[in-house]
């Protein structure tokens, strides 16, 4: 089946620093790609959709200064969690959609504030 | 308030048979969707129904829909450990955007 690979699976960082989640879809041109959070022992929560060649659309109560998402290719979206908080702390999960609507997850980034 | 529901935990003993219930309130759904989540791993796929099915089966695997009563539910026939994860629901909007359950941890005892 197709394959949607993030990068990186785990990362730690200090109180203010940026970081970079890479959504990569493998095997197929992904026209949408979505961004989702998820808590400990909570429920996937949708933060954005993003097409490629197009701004992102965020879901109400998301920062759009704080996650910036960037499509630019049909095989790539990045995340960006900028000047990183400890409550952004999270587990953060990409899907990609094909032409036909089939969705695939990633794997999901952990990301830990310190 | 939650646009799907699920209940939050479901004890099993191995070789007994899972039923894991969903509820959701979105009767334009096209389709609905059964993920697992292992510790600190993404989603899985297990399978999908299109709204216009009632029930669908796939191994081990069958889903049973009941557009009526908004009413979805999984049934893992002769559960193994390996099946202990965290179950979603999830419906499709138009939009292809998912609305998800708060998950089913199913725990598989000896």
């Known amino acids: 089946g197709a394959v949607v690979s993030q990068h990186p699976s785990r990362v730690i960082c200090k109180s203010g620093t940026s970081v970079k989640i890479e959504c990569r879809s493998l095997?197929?041109?992904?026209?949408?790609m979505f961004w989702y959070r998820q808590f400990p022992k909570q429920s996937l929560m949708l933060m954005a959709t993003?097409?490629?060649?197009?701004?992102?659309?965020?879901e109400q109560g998301v920062e759009k200064d704080k996650f910036l998402i960037n499509h630019a290719s049909l095989t790539l979206s990045t995340l960006t969690v900028t000047s990183a908080h400890p409550e952004d702390s999270s587990f953060y999960i990409c899907?990609?959609?094909?032409?036909?609507?089939?969705?695939?997850f990633g794997e999901g980034s952990r990301l830990t504030v310190l | 308030g939650e646009d799907v529901e699920q209940s939050l935990f479901l004890s099993v003993r191995e070789g007994d048979s899972s039923v894991i219930n969903c509820t959701y309130t979105?009767?334009?759904?096209?389709?609905l969707y059964w993920y697992k989540q292992e510790p600190g791993a993404g989603l899985q796929l297990l399978t999908y129904?299109?709204?216009?099915?009632d029930m669908k089966q796939d191994q081990r695997l069958t889903v049973l829909l009941n557009k009526k009563d908004k009413h979805l539910s999984l049934r893992i026939a002769d559960t193994q450990t390996g099946d202990s994860a965290i179950y979603f629901c999830?419906?499709?909007?138009?939009?292809?955007?998912?609305?998800f359950g708060a998950g089913t941890t199913v725990t598989v005892r000896a």
């Open positions: 899907s990609a959609s094909t032409v036909t609507g089939e969705l695939f």
């Open positions: 095997d197929f041109q992904a026209t949408t």
């Open positions: 993003s097409n490629e060649g197009s701004k992102a659309t965020y």
């Open positions: 979105d009767s334009s759904s096209t389709y």
């Open positions: 129904i299109f709204s216009n099915m």
């Open positions: 999830a419906e499709r909007r138009d939009d292809y955007k998912l609305s």
